[in-house]
């Protein structure tokens, strides 16, 4: 069965200072991998995809991801958080049904 | 991009009364359409997923006498949550799955906040 995990509950960094989400997959076959980003009473949004190619995947609001298969990672980064970049962030791989199996969540909290 | 617009935002109603819930697809054709539940700062639970004119396939766990899905069309889809109570209480989220721009991607509704008193 395809899962993930989102190992930290909340990650709290100062502005400005690199912010990292950490996610870690296990799936069989080929995985296809999702970031999306959800602010209180909101849907989800989408920042970011890995189906197959380049291991660093670049996306939306300054976020990018890298693909590590050895380490069955797929964390999001962005260089320089800002304070609006506090939300919710939730990582997801399709399972062969197509659906979503989406982790935890990771509270991020940017601090001025 | 692809929109899923879903309405409403927000509503309250009294016990035991019904609920409808829309989702329609902007600018795409959703093939699938999947409903979500949401418990405050908790993940998304899968209640169950629709394809276009087919019967929807629930999860396990999930009601589909209560939680009725209608998928009538590749632009709507609905939920209606029958004789709700107070434990129905929750954010509904639906996400539209469709090939746009040869990739098959997934697109949230902004959300549904029910409030059952």
């Known amino acids: 069965a395809q899962s993930v995990a989102q190992p930290e509950d909340q990650v709290n960094v100062a502005e400005g200072n690199p912010l990292t989400v950490k996610c870690t997959y296990s799936v069989s076959g080929n995985p296809y991998l999702f970031w999306y980003v959800q602010y209180p009473n909101r849907g989800l949004q989408f920042l970011l995809k890995?189906?197959?190619?380049?291991?660093l995947v670049k996306g939306s609001y300054g976020f990018e991801a890298e693909f590590n298969k050895s380490q069955t990672s797929f964390h999001l980064k962005k260089p320089s958080a800002l304070v609006s970049d506090s939300a919710l962030y939730f990582c997801a791989v399709r399972d062969s049904w197509g659906k979503l199996q989406f982790g935890a969540g990771t509270q991020v909290v940017v601090t001025p | 991009g692809a929109v899923v617009s879903q309405h409403p935002s927000r509503v309250i109603c009294k016990s035991g009364t019904s609920v409808k819930i829309e989702c329609r697809s902007l600018d795409f054709q959703a093939t699938t359409m999947f409903w979500y539940r949401q418990f405050p700062k908790k993940s998304l639970m899968l209640m169950a997923t629709s394809n276009e004119g087919s019967k929807a396939t629930y999860e396990q766990g999930v009601e589909k006498d209560k939680f009725l899905i209608n998928h009538a069309s590749l632009t709507l889809s609905t939920l209606t949550v029958t004789s709700a109570h107070p434990e129905d209480s929750s954010f509904y989220i639906c996400?539209?799955?469709?090939?746009?721009?040869?990739?098959?991607?997934?697109?949230f509704g902004s959300g549904t906040r029910l409030t059952v008193v």
């Open positions: 890995y189906i197959t190619g380049d291991n």
């Open positions: 996400s539209a799955g469709g090939w746009d721009r040869g990739y098959y991607g997934y697109t």
